[in-house]
């Protein structure tokens, strides 16, 4: 029983960045498949796969990293709305991160996104992470 599953995802995601695997496989859910869809689109991550294995299925997310150097894409992943503090955004508070360089992913009302899109949709939401 995991009590806050989208830490867990953001620790096995940093977990295997800090082990410089090419490969991590996290228990799925839908909000975990749309965080993965985020990443993708951003160019955080080189690719994923959902599985339909057992109950719950998994996420295979292949990492990104830079060719010649080997720095990893994600460079910093942090949680930011907890189960017991839950940190809400609306379109005048949206936070930007690394003054606009790295992404904050936010559940709103009209899906999982970025906080650029969130502001160009003027909707609001729950921050669930800092990306960069």
């Known amino acids: 029983m995991n009590t806050d599953p989208i830490a867990d995802y953001l620790t096995r995601v940093r977990n295997a960045i800090k082990a410089n695997h090419r490969v ?19 160019g955080y991550i080189a690719n994923y796969k959902f599985e ?29 709305s907890k189960p017991g503090l839950r940190k809400y955004a609306n379109v005048d508070s949206m936070p930007r991160v690394l003054n606009g360089l790295g992404i904050a992913i936010l559940s709103t009302s ?9 502001r160009l949709q003027n909707v609001g939401g729950e921050v669930l992470c800092y990306v960069y």
């Open 110 to 118: 009209k899906g999982v996104m970025t906080d650029k899109e969130a």
């Open 52 to 80: 339909e294995n057992g109950p719950q299925g998994s996420i295979k997310i292949a990492l990104k990293y830079h060719p010649i150097s080997k720095i990893p894409a994600i460079r910093t992943l942090t949680r930011v």
């Open 24 to 42: 991590v496989e996290i228990p799925a859910s839908n909000l975990k498949k749309e965080i993965t869809k985020v990443l993708f689109d951003k």
